[in-house]
């Protein structure tokens, strides 16, 4: 067993795991982030999607003593409790999914792509958000959300609010 020390969503957590056990397992088994999703065996659907560091990662390609150290954001952590973050509200907004099995994993790679691009093209947020898999919504109402709450992002955090 390995002993690890992780912030997630802004508190402190440690404990011991097995080296192998991937991060979106010790999130949801162990310290109740279940709103972090799996979709896959195979790294591909992007479900899973997490802040580590501020950037996007797939959390069932990631160890989680690999974590180690680091602040990990997820789905759970970004609303404040009273407000939505925009990129959530965007998505509600545009009707940006459906069943919502993607969703957590599809906003959490929106926020980390929107920090680097605050103003992408279509074609940016279809790139950059190739890594995740919706089966429902043919993607056009995702890209919309993208495109929605990189404005409503520029027009600041009031915007957001449920
Ligand atoms: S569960 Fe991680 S990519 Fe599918
Ligand atoms: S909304 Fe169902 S998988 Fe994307």
Redesign the pocket.
Known sequence: MAHITVTVDGTSYKGEVEPRKLL?HWLREDIGRVGT?????????????VLLNGRSV????VLAVQADGSEVTTIQGLSDGNEWHPVQTAFKECHGLQCGYCTP?MVMATVDLLSENPTPSEQEIREGLEGNLCRCTGYHNIVKSVSYAADLMSAGPTKGAK
């Open positions: 979106v999703v799996v979709g896959c065996d195979t790294s591909n659907c992007g479900a899973c999607t797939k959390s069932c390609s994993g």
